[in-house]
């Protein structure tokens, strides 16, 4: 078994880890971050979360809304 199956190179970026081989990566610091209420979300949505709960899992067998996050960029790499 083998813990690198992508074969990615991890490098440093900032005290987080990025890899050599991504062409852009950036480092960001959470700034907030809100669950959307499920209530809140329309029915059609709702529903196509509802088909694939293992995709959008509350670890219950149901379902949650994505989270939001609104960050700040502190440092990038580009290599494009």
């Given amino acids: 078994m083998t813990t690198n199956p992508a074969r990615l190179t991890p490098i440093e970026i ?3 880890v990025t890899y050599k081989e991504a062409k852009l990566t950036f480092l960001c610091k959470k700034l907030y971050q809100h ?13 196509y ?3 694939v709960p293992k995709v959008y899992p509350d670890f219950n067998g ?3 809304p994505h989270i939001v996050f609104v960050d ?3 440092e990038f790499r580009d290599e494009r």
């Fill in 35 to 47: 669950q959307f209420p499920k209530e809140n979300i329309t029915t059609e949505v709702q529903e």
């Fill in 49 to 51: 979360y509802a088909s």
């Fill in 62 to 64: 149901g379902w949650q």
């Fill in 72 to 74: 700040e960029i502190i």
């Fill in 14 to 16: 900032g005290q987080e």
